[in-house]
């Protein structure tokens, strides 16, 4: 398996809505990474996650959660979102562990989810 | 200071023509370097990477790229564009003086082929 898969693909929620977004790989990897994508834009990181604890937050707002119950797993939390937060949310892990560079292999990326909030 | 540029936001080729979409770095440190494309509405795919050793990296769907230390460059090439390769480019660089560990993409480059 060489893939990261994340679903749903596509999600609309209201502001006041609570949603979760999921991510998976069964490559091993080490480090797994939530990017931010608006229209016409270069992904924005977001979280890292390396041995399953939570390396970097990029100030992220709270309405924001991430989680990662194992090694395979990676989910992003959602509460009380406003619409500019509607972009497309991909999902990454790397071979290596973030801390060691984590990139000599690249990136694996998912196909993201497409977020929309009304 | 940015650490990837990418000259140019739109790239348009005829189909059979040379592609070349440019990329440069600033690192204080040997980076890795690496391409990615985007088709509408998807992930980001790996085309090629430069960790070390050879300067010329062939990657997936005829594309290479050239990393050339003296001028802080790794422009991709492909040298017969298909209408499938209209896609969004981004040359992404790790790490750098600035962002660590943290892989940090360029603007990205959208490439049109023209029929």
């Known amino acids: ?22 991510c998976e790989q069964h490559m091993g990897h080490r480090a797994m990474y939530w990017y931010k994508q608006k229209a016409k834009k270069p992904p ?20 924001f959660s991430p989680e990662c119950p194992n090694s395979s797993l990676l989910n992003l939390h959602l509460h009380a979102l406003q619409p500019e937060d509607s972009a497309l949310y991909l999902c990454a892990s790397s071979q290596d562990g973030f801390e060691a560079g984590g990139h000599s292999y690249g990136y694996t990326f998912g196909s993201g989810t497409r977020l929309t909030v009304v | 200071a940015q650490s990837v540029t ?32 985007q088709y509408p509405n998807q992930g980001l795919q790996l085309l090629l990477k430069y960790t070390t050793g050879a300067t010329l990296v062939k990657g997936i769907n005829g594309f290479e790229a050239e990393f050339k230390k003296s001028e802080t460059s790794f422009h ?13 480019y981004f040359c992404a660089v790790s790490p750098s003086m600035e962002y660590g560990n943290k892989l940090v993409f360029g603007a990205g480059t959208i490439l049109r082929v023209k029929s």
């Open chain 2, 76 to 88: 991709l090439t492909k040298p017969s564009a298909h209408m499938s390769d209209a896609a969004e």
């Open chain 1, 44 to 63: 924005e990181l977001m979280f890292v996650y390396s041995y399953e604890k939570l390396s970097i937050n990029e100030s992220v707002p709270s309405r």
């Open chain 2, 6 to 37: 990418q000259l140019g936001s739109h790239v348009s080729v005829s189909e059979g023509a040379l592609v070349l979409l440019r990329c440069n770095y600033s690192s204080s440190v040997p980076p890795y370097l690496f391409w990615y494309v």
């Open chain 1, 1 to 22: 398996d060489t893939e990261v898969t994340q679903t749903p693909k596509h999600l609309v929620m209201g502001m006041t809505n609570k949603k979760s977004l999921k």
